[in-house]
């Protein structure tokens, strides 16, 4: 694959921009960060920086040393962190002649088809001007139930917004391990190894723990997740070491020694069309979750519409309203889908294991016959 003109959407979490035990950033990997994403603008790439770190940051400034956990302080940090990490950000961007803006998002804004639309074409215009766009969670203003919470999710989002070849999650490990490399090793159990290439996210997202650092919110579980969202939308995803931004260029130039990249999904069928309506979709916060039976999922995973018939019972779970976005999951727990659904959480309740017939019996009037209409689903997982 050529590894010319590419969209690539680079994450960098709070743990490698903050340097450990001390009270200053990590100025030289943001700098070697910087340096990298301004080589990739010179070889025909455009990138989008993904940061982290206002909160942190913002705590560090004001001499806080724990993370608070009130919403309202929370919020207060970053607007401390914010224009400060940005600062830095324009110097070291500033110093290579690469103009920057900053871009905040809300999960609020982009689950709105205008205000996704609207992002979209912001990004749009930021690439075709040559300018690397610094996008951040807007923390100070997001509201508790709304966020998106952690920016790998973010970072997914962004690049499936601007339609990315290729999303990069830099952080404080080179890759992901068999088993946990920091952990003391097991008597009889074979020693972690790096993973380089992941077929089925799916297929490792279940063994996944979901600690994470003081300071960020991220962990090895919600990369995953990120990997498995971008992948649905035709995504490749690669874990990096924040230190070694190096490997950015080596993997998109075919290195598969470097990191662990996580294979797309295969594109499904359908136009461009079908593909951008389902991209968007993936964005919509998710206001709730479906849990179901086995014949549901299969069906589902097979790109069918979902019927109430195939909910498990207790599988309602949220408080979510008519055409809302929802997590679809298997048997297992596993997500495997997003929808949009044609019914309330209170009506989907009333509707486990209804068949298509008895709906208009249990609900009073007559509805649509589907929860929610295959051309109203993307799926996250095939397997
Ligand atoms: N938006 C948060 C911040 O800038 C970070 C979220 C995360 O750690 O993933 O502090």
Known sequence: MSDKNKI????VGTSSILRAGTDHLALSTLASLVETICSLRATGHDVVLVSSGAVGVGCQRLGVKMRPKEMAK???????????????YDTLFHALSQPIAQVLLTADALGTRSGYLNSKATFEELLALGVVPVVNE??????????????????????????????????????????????P?????????????????????????????????GGMATKLKAAQLAGAAGI???????QKPEAIAAVLGGATDVGTTFLPANRRAGGPAVREHKRWLMALPPRGELHLDEGAAA???????????????????????????????????????RAVVNYSAEQARQLVGVRSDEMSDKLGYHGPEELASRHNLALLSTE
């Open 8 to 11: 690539v959407v680079i994450k």
């Open 236 to 242: 490749a995803t690669t874990i990096v070491h924040a």
């Open 299 to 337: 069906a589902v995973r097979r790109g069918a519409t979902l019927f109430a018939a195939g909910l498990v019972t207790g599988g309602v779970v949220g408080d979510f309203r008519e055409q809302d976005a929802v997590r679809l999951l298997d048997e297992k727990g596993v997500e495997i889908a």
């Open 74 to 88: 929370l919020q207060a940090m970053a607007a401390v962190g914010q224009p400060h990490l940005m600062r830095h």
């Open 185 to 217: 090793p097991k008597p009889g159990m074979p020693p972690p190894t790096a993973m380089r290439v992941v077929e089925d996210v799916t297929q490792v997202l279940t063994a996944a723990d979901g600690g994470g650092s003081q300071w960020g919110t």
């Open 138 to 183: 807007n923390d100070t203003i997001a509201v508790s139930e709304l966020r998106f919470g952690d920016n790998d999710t973010l970072s997914a989002l962004v690049a499936t917004l601007v339609g990315a070849d290729h999303l990069f999650l830099a952080t404080d490990v080179d890759a992901l391990y068999t088993s946990n490399p920091n952990a």
